[in-house]
């Protein structure tokens, strides 16, 4: 059965100190492993989408990285706004989204 | 920046009595999603909509639920007789082909009382 875990459940962090998040998946054919933000209330937003084995992303202080059995959110000097839900998701041979849990980070000033 | 809308964003209704929510897609995007998020617990997918017709759909989508694009704008989901443990956020979703994004609307919290 295609699962996806995600670690920790939770993240408090002091402004400025880097971290990672994880996102490990057990899934019959990946077809793309997305990342979303989501904040109390709100849709998902779009972060990345990674394919391949190898393959990073960046867009200012976060950083995905993916591997053939998990991905990593690497959080760089985190601002107190990036605290939110951080999602991973990935897209299976049926082109439904399976979504982990989620990761709640807590960034404090 | 275009945006995928959802209305209404509360609806409160009594248990046994339809509801109809309703998305409006991002309008070049052709794929068209509803998921379902119980507070405190992960998204859900429940369907996904293709050339008028629905592609897959998960096993929370039973018979109480049904999707239709009556327009070309317009992307609803009904359920029949609400429960009280339909009681969640229903997000729609919609993207330009099978190889983009998603992109999620802001949600339409649905109590059933």
């Known amino acids: 059965e295609d699962q996806v875990t995600q670690s920790p459940e939770a993240l408090r962090l002091q402004e400025g100190e880097s971290s990672s998040l994880n996102c490990s998946y057990t899934v019959s054919g990946l077809r793309g492993l997305f990342w979303y933000r989501q904040d109390p209330g709100k849709g998902p937003e779009f972060l990345f989408t990674l394919y391949s084995a190898g393959e990073e992303k960046e867009k200012e202080r976060l950083k995905a990285t993916l591997t053939k059995k998990e991905s990593f959110l690497h959080i760089t000097a985190p601002k107190p706004e990036d605290s939110a839900t951080y999602l991973c998701?990935?897209?299976?041979?049926?082109?439904?989204?399976?979504f982990g849990a989620g990761t709640r980070l807590t960034v404090k000033p | 920046e275009p945006e995928v809308t959802q209305t209404p964003s509360h609806q409160v209704t009594q248990m046994g009595q339809e509801v109809i929510l309703r998305c409006v897609p991002i309008s070049n995007h052709l794929y068209f999603y509803w998921y379902r998020q119980i507070l405190g617990q992960k998204v859900e997918f429940l369907v996904s909509?293709?050339?008028?017709?629905?592609?897959?759909k998960s096993e929370i989508f039973d018979d109480q639920f049904s999707v239709e694009r009556p327009d070309g704008s317009n992307f609803t989901l009904k359920i029949r007789s609400t429960k009280l443990e339909d009681s969640a956020m229903y997000f729609c979703a919609s993207r330009v082909s099978l190889y983009n994004e998603q992109f999620f609307g802001p949600g339409t919290r649905l109590t059933v009382l």
């Open positions: 998701a990935v897209r299976t041979n049926n082109n439904d989204m399976r």
């Open positions: 909509f293709y050339n008028n017709e629905i592609s897959e």
